[in-house]
């Protein structure tokens, strides 16, 4: 950690004169802590608010060491020595698979260590365990277990192991999986990189101080691990650099400057960063726990006795003393973690109070609602509410609404077909592209697109070509009747077909895809809703969680829309099949494009027809524009609305469209007969142009004076008028019994029930440890 050994100098009052810190000042400064009953009741109040963190999974900020170094690097080595006693961790490899956190309790009285495991997703502590055969046993176990549970090769659940001792310190620390380069055999490849992902994630938190061991055989410009720290924490404002097995090291250094520099380590940590130099007992033997103690406290001594005697000159001890030795280490730790929990505990207390009125808001919640599964008509109303609060929103997304942000919940033309599933309009090569179609539009807009769309895929039919044999059986059989209007009626019967067949599938796809921009207005009110309730505090029944609820509406809503569009679809059917009716006159009404006329527009000079291959002999004409005949509705005027794309100066109306067809068609028309009525071409290309003519006719009777009313106030005009109608029968007028079913599935009390308790429990804990931090806020 930068510049801790200035730190604690600062930190412990001491004279100005004096010129060294030894490791003495700072063991008798944590004696004072150890006798303080105050610094101990904060140290507990700590480690029963992670025990509960732990077993809740709430995502508190308690400072916390997180040991973390490469696979053999010393870190079990380092925690038994901490704990004062050996239980055969390293044989367990526990870290190599979950984390382990360790709550060291100094506790006078335990002359033989009492450890405890806290229960799975429990914050209750097991009954003590005092052998250390069944300790690293149960790690395993447990290690197993998880594993197994969750079918992976490493898990971040952390065990949690509560150590009560004489000789332990008061700390807590996480020992987290050694970092390593290979899986072992028999692991998966991807190991390796689950551990760092592992260990990355326990060591991001700010309020987590990194303890960080590197072997001194390992040079820092070759350390594999130091950069996966500095990703961590850069500067190393919150990293406490060990240098693990010291004493084979000690073996290089024959003079004081070699010893120094080595120490200083400034060359590759910065001039700031101070590590600690640690050395521990090799020899794994069974011995009792004093013997290991006294081992280790040998190892120091023997450790300092080598650099000021065996090293020419000795070392700098005024600036290194105080890093080297694991009891050095040790005590620094604890000031450390409890200078940190007193800085702490401010923000924690004004945190847990946060949460436990947060905790409380979600009980009461759970509460009405296991209330509300008696109560029927508290339901009735308040789900109502909610519907109703849904169709008004509805009803202004139709009638032209910016929030939600079109940006992310509008579509494009092209959104559109791909979700709706229907991409191109049937009979149609051409591309349609309507006015605004790569806006994201939503409600009322993208309904008004589609219309817009639909007239620019109808104007874009072309009428069919007709075969020789088709035509001559229709067009001979109404000859046989008399009455001179045979080619007329031919070519009536012809149009009438041709609209049938063409512009038929072209009104369903337009009923789908206005249904399709309705559907989606349901997901775009309940997010307005939401909003709503979140900016305003507006509350239309709170019906979050009722899950059968939201997809019983959600499903009436999307009935409703589909009946409309059914509806609809057989309403322009109808209307197609009046217009396209042999009784319609719509085919013989020459006012509608022309204008009243006492003059007929065809004369027919012989009743003989000949269908030979005339049509390909040009026709005799005084007109260059005569042989642009079959290209009648080639030149038709596709409708356009204004756009934003495209300046108003270009746009042709839709109401302004049918006025200027009028003279290009009759041009055509007269194409067929010169100034005297005779007969200029083939009776086949008189036929196919009076049909295009009658085609155009019937199409558009259909699209400017039927199907756009129709469409517009059979959709629209029922989402704002009967919707609420529509769902208040289908949802609310039934027997209690059926109504019921939407709120209280099967085991749905149960499940209230038990997230009630768990609820309980955990108001409870944080109650708890919010009573507790509050006395030791009071005490500072």
């Known amino acids: 950690m930068a510049t801790s050994s200035t730190y604690l100098k600062t930190s412990i009052t001491h004279s100005p004169d004096d010129t060294t810190f030894s490791s003495s ?21 700590y480690n029963r608010l992670q025990s509960a963190a732990v077993a ?39 870290g190599t698979c979950r984390p382990l956190i360790l709550q060291m309790v100094h506790d006078p009285t335990a002359l033989d260590p009492r450890c405890r ?27 197993d277990a998880m594993l197994k549970k969750c079918k992976t090769a490493v898990c971040s659940k952390p065990i949690v192991m509560r150590a009560e001792y004489a000789h332990c310190p008061n700390l807590t620390i996480i020992d987290t999986p050694g970092f390593v380069l290979k899986a072992k055999k028999g692991e998966p490849e991807s190991t390796p990189e689950e551990i760092l992902s592992m260990v990355i994630s326990l060591a991001s938190p700010p309020n987590r101080i990194l303890l960080f061991l590197q072997q001194s055989s390992v040079e820092w410009c070759s350390s594999l691990w130091l950069d996966a720290i500095r990703d961590i924490d850069p500067s190393f404002r919150r990293t406490l650099i060990v240098v693990s097995k010291f004493d084979n090291r ?11 520099r080595y120490l200083s380590a400034s060359g590759y940590l910065g001039e700031n960063i ?13 011995i009792s726990n004093d013997e290991f103690r006294k081992q280790i406290s040998q190892v120091d001594s023997d450790v300092k006795r080598h650099l000021k005697e065996d090293v020419k000159g000795g070392y700098d001890e005024e600036k290194y003393k105080s890093h080297i030795g694991f009891g050095c280490l040790k005590d620094y730790l604890e000031y450390e973690l409890h200078r940190r929990y007193k800085e702490a505990t401010p923000a924690i207390l004004a945190l ?4 436990c009125s947060e905790v409380t808001a979600q009980l009461n919640i759970l509460d009405s609602k296991l209330q509300a599964t008696c109560d029927v008509a508290h ?61 994201r539009l939503y409600g009322g807009a993208a309904f008004e697109r589609v219309m817009h769309e639909f007239r620019h895929a109808a104007y874009s039919v ?19 009747r008399g009455g001179g209007r045979g080619i007329e009626e031919a070519a009536a019967e012809l149009a009438r077909a041709a609209a049938k067949s063409w512009l038929a599938p072209l009104l369903d796809i337009a009923c789908e895809r206005l249904a399709f921009v309705l559907r989606n207005l349901f997901d775009l009110a309940m997010e307005k809703n939401q909003h709503l309730q979140f900016d305003y505090g507006k509350k239309t029944g709170d019906m979050d969680g009722y899950v059968g609820f939201h997809a019983a509406l959600r499903r009436s809503y999307n009935c409703f829309i589909r009946d409309l569009a059914t509806q609809r679809k057989q309403l322009v059917r109808q209307q197609l099949d009046a217009v396209t009716s042999p009784y319609s006159q719509v085919c013989y009404e020459t006012d509608l494009l022309y204008g009243p006329g006492p003059k007929s527009t065809f004369s027919y000079q012989t009743p003989c027809l000949d269908f030979s291959d005339q049509e390909n002999i040009p026709p005799i004409t005084n007109n260059k524009d005569q042989g642009k005949l079959l290209k009648a509705e080639g030149f038709m005027t596709v409708p356009e609305t204004p756009s934003p794309e495209q300046p108003k100066e270009h746009v042709n109306f839709i109401d302004g469209g049918a006025r200027k067809r009028h003279p290009r068609i009759l041009g055509e028309r007269n194409m067929l007969v010169d100034q005297n009525g005779s007969q200029l071409g083939s009776t086949y290309n008189e036929i196919c142009s009076l049909a295009a003519q009658h085609f155009a006719r019937i199409r558009e009777v259909l699209v400017e004076r039927s199907v756009t009313t129709a469409l517009n106030s059979g959709f629209l005009t029922p989402c704002r008028e009967r919707l609420m109608v529509a769902l208040g029968l289908d949802l609310f007028a039934v027997k209690d019994e059926k109504f019921m079913d939407m709120f209280v599935a099967p085991g749905a009390i149960d499940i209230l029930q038990s997230e009630r308790e768990s609820l309980l429990k955990r108001q409870k804990m944080l109650h708890a440890c919010l009573t507790e931090f509050k006395s030791v806020a009071t005490s500072l």
């Open 379 to 439: 339901l009735r109303r308040t789900s109502m509410l909610f519907a109703s609060s849904i169709c008004n929103h509805v009803g202004a997304l139709i009638d032209g609404a910016a929030d939600p942000d079109p940006e992310q919940w509008g579509k494009t033309t092209e959104e559109e077909k791909s979700e709706s599933g229907m991409g191109s309009w049937p009979g149609v090569i051409s591309d349609i592209k309507p006015p605004n179609s790569t806006i």
């Open 117 to 143: 495991f806290q229960e799975e997703d429990s914050e209750e502590y097991g009954s003590p365990i005092v052998s250390s055969s069944v300790i690293a046993d149960t790690i395993k176990s447990r290690t």
């Open 274 to 286: 101070q590590p600690f130099f640690v050395a521990l007992p090799k020899e794994r033997t069974a």
């Open 352 to 355: 847990l109070e946060q949460r």
């Open 25 to 45: 000042l700072i063991t008798t400064h944590n004696q004072s802590i150890d006798s303080s009953s105050f610094s101990k009741s904060r140290f507990e109040a």
């Open 56 to 94: 809740f999974g709430e995502k508190l900020p308690i400072p916390e060491i997180v040991a973390l170094g490469g696979q053999s690097d010393g870190k079990s080595s380092l925690l038994e020595a901490l704990l004062g006693f050996q239980f055969n961790v390293r044989e367990v490899e526990m």
């Open 250 to 260: 000690l073996k290089e250094f024959t003079e004081r400057w070699e010893v120094d």
């Open 462 to 480: 072309k009428y069919p070509t007709v075969s020789r044999e088709k035509m001559s059986n229709i067009t001979l059989a109404h000859a046989g």
